[in-house]
């Protein structure tokens, strides 16, 4: 599982890279499938198939996502899985927006 934390005026890139059971790199066959299990996050899977940006919902709080892929090199389809979880605070004031009107006689 993958914890990550933003704002709600951010998103985060993630990056898929597989690993055997001793710890080498290893492909996929097949881009990876990202869905969101609850939260009101989104994702944008990215062109090169694995990774993509975990997209912060609107308001504050968590957004799970289940994350997989076929490990299976050849012909079949064994799945494997893991969670993102994405902490989502709400944004805080940069400035204050200061601005003023035309001057008026006194």
């Known amino acids: 599982m993958l914890e990550l934390n933003c704002s ?25 499938i990202v869905s969101v299990q609850s939260g009101d996050g989104s994702v944008v899977v990215e062109a090169d198939g694995v990774s993509f940006f975990a997209v912060s919902g609107d308001n504050p709080g968590d957004t799970t996502f289940l994350v ?24 805080k004031a940069k400035a204050l927006g200061l601005t003023s009107e035309a001057p008026v006689l006194k």
């Open 68 to 91: 997989s892929a076929d490990a299976d090199l050849g012909v079949g389809m064994e799945t494997i899985s893991d969670i993102v979880i994405l902490h989502v605070a709400g944004a």
């Open 8 to 32: 709600n005026e951010e998103k985060v890139l993630v990056r898929v890279n597989p690993v055997t059971p001793a710890g080498h790199p290893i492909g996929l066959d097949g881009p990876v």
